[in-house]
């Protein structure tokens, strides 16, 4: 059964920065791509960032470019999420999730939530200004 538990949520001032981390289980971490997604009180969940099973390749959405860095290790098993320069427009529930395999055919970016297979329960991500 595949596991994502994401820490290092919390609350911090504008501008500041904070770098969260998804440990896997479960699954043979290293074929898989990541992603990370958010959603901010009444609206629906979007897509952060994308990260390739090697970590070649990764994509983010236009509001966190410059800003935020995607990155994992394959020996431990675990991706994180970077976040610099933080605003209070990125308060939100930040979620990490299980992507495509190396082997499947479509390609990037891998931005839609269907790709996406297994989910973490989330952690909490506030900015104050």
């Known amino acids: 059964q595949v596991e994502l538990v994401e820490s290092g949520g919390g609350l911090v001032q504008a501008g500041g920065s904070l770098r969260l981390s998804c440990a896997a289980s479960g699954h043979t971490f290293s074929r898989y791509s990541m992603g990370w997604f958010r959603q901010a009180p009444g609206k629906e969940r979007e897509f952060v960032a994308t990260?390739?099973?090697?970590?070649?390749?990764?994509y983010y959405t236009d509001s966190v470019k410059g800003r935020f860095t995607i990155s994992r290790d394959n020996a431990k098993n675990t991706v994180y999420l970077q976040m610099n320069s933080l605003k209070p427009e990125d308060t939100a529930v930040y979620y990490c999730?299980?992507?495509?395999?190396?082997?499947?055919?479509?390609?990037?970016?891998?931005?839609?939530?269907?790709?996406?297979?297994?989910w973490g329960q989330g952690t909490q991500v506030t900015v104050s200004s």
């Open positions: 999730a299980s992507g495509p395999s190396l082997f499947y055919s479509g390609s990037h970016p891998y931005d839609t939530e269907s790709l996406y297979n297994y």
């Open positions: 990260i390739s099973w090697n970590g070649g390749t990764t």
